[in-house]
Nanobody
Framework: QVQLLESGGGLVQPGGSLRLSCIASGFTFSSFAMSWVRQAPGKGPEWVSSINTSGGGFYADSVKGRFTISRDNAKNTLYLQMNSLKPEDMGLYYC??????????????WGQGTQVINSS
């Protein structure tokens, strides 16, 4: 059974940093590209970042230069390092497995999400 479990969210100050993790199980993690997608209250899903099977990362313009995606295939874990956080970065962050080369529609499995909450 494919499972994705996110963690690492919480309350963070603007300008602060947070590292999200996603532990994958039930499939050969190293064979799949992975994505991070977030959803702010009242908004639709927004693609944040993807990483290919070779470790190459791709980022939405809104997070480029501040976020870093990475993976540890030996640990079946996906990461998202978030620095210089802004209020607009708040939301529920999902990790997702990529089946086809589409940032959101191409994802076939999703985690439950981890919440990033900005203090003010």
């Amino acid at each position: 059974q494919v499972q994705l479990l996110e963690s690492g969210g919480g309350l963070v100050q603007p300008g602060g940093s947070l590292r999200l993790s996603c532990i994958a199980s039930g499939f050969t993690f190293s064979s799949f590209a992975m994505s991070w997608v977030r959803q702010a209250p009242g908004k639709g899903p927004e693609w944040v970042s993807s990483i290919n099977t070779s470790g190459g990362g791709f980022y939405a313009d809104s997070v480029k230069g501040r976020f870093t995606i990475s993976r540890d295939n030996a640990k079946n874990t996906l990461y998202l390092q978030m620095n210089s956080l802004k209020p607009e970065d708040m939301g529920l962050y999902y990790c997702a497995r990529v089946r086809t080369g589409l940032v959101i529609a191409g994802c076939d499995y999703w985690g439950q999400g981890t919440q990033v909450i900005n203090s003010s």
